[in-house]
């Protein structure tokens, strides 16, 4: 398994195939999930997402967690199965209680947005906060947006703030946008239009919707020296931030 994945990180799929199919036969899971992922997105070999739900679905009875947020994921969108969103959060939640953080986060936002299952801020909340303690930055983004909202808890500006620094700093453009809208409100963090500012300049660059809400409000405050000193923070990279 460690040659295989050494050979799919450098690319070289059509070798790393070659060690897990007889793996896969076998009844290694993992394996089983990493040749349904190559069919999913036609890497090593032409994209055939019948075949990458037949291979998910021997992964997932295998009891993988990533072969089971996998199939999830090919019901969530609909993609070589019939949509199916029940589904797809059985799975989801399979393979989160199994530890899987991308399981966690899903799940999570399901839970949340309550349009594809029924709406559950409480558990919400927890899934996320499962995520974000390994290091998932939607998850932190998400736990500031609950505290704003006042889901699931009284609403606590500082918490959102805190935990938007924490998804903005680990690189989710989203959270960027929202940490930058609380410099601009003074909301939870003192008031500080070049951070704002710079915080949403990050926010664009990574194509974040939520950056538009706000960007032209901000920049309007600015002076051209005060434009360019949020400019050289937006530049700083997010390793190196003081």
């Not at 090593?44 to 990533?66: H, I, K, S, T, Y």
């Not at 032209?216 to 002076?223: G, Y």
Request: contains cysteine.
């Amino acid at each position: 398994m460690a040659e295989a994945l050494a050979a799919a990180t450098a690319g070289q799929y059509e070798a790393a195939l070659n060690i897990w199919e007889p793996l896969a036969r076998a009844g290694n899971a993992r394996a089983q999930n990493n040749i349904g992922a190559c069919f999913v997105d036609g890497l090593g070999v032409d994209q055939d997402l019948d075949l990458a739900r037949r291979w998910l679905e021997l992964a997932a009875e295998g009891g993988d967690p990533v072969g089971r947020r996998n199939l999830a994921t090919l019901y969530f969108k609909g993609q070589g199965v019939a949509q199916d969103y029940a589904r797809a959060a059985e799975l989801y939640r399979a393979a989160a209680e199994d530890g899987d953080a991308p399981a966690q986060d899903m799940l999570s936002w399901m839970l949340l947005e309550g349009e594809v299952m029924s709406a559950d801020a409480t558990e919400a909340r927890r899934w996320a906060l499962a995520a974000a303690e390994q290091g998932v930055a939607s998850s932190m983004t998400r736990l500031g947006m609950i505290a704003h909202n006042a889901l699931d808890t009284d609403r606590d500006p500082v918490e959102a703030a805190r935990w938007w620094r924490k998804g903005a700093e680990a690189g989710d453009a989203d959270g960027q946008a929202m940490l930058g809208a609380a410099y601009h409100l003074g909301a939870g963090v003192p008031h500080d239009k070049i951070a704002a500012f710079a915080w949403l300049l990050r926010a664009r660059a990574g194509h974040s919707a939520l950056a538009d809400r706000f960007f032209e409000a901000v920049s309007a405050t600015l002076s051209p020296e005060e434009t360019a000193a949020a400019q050289r923070r937006a530049a700083i990279p997010l390793g190196e931030l003081p």
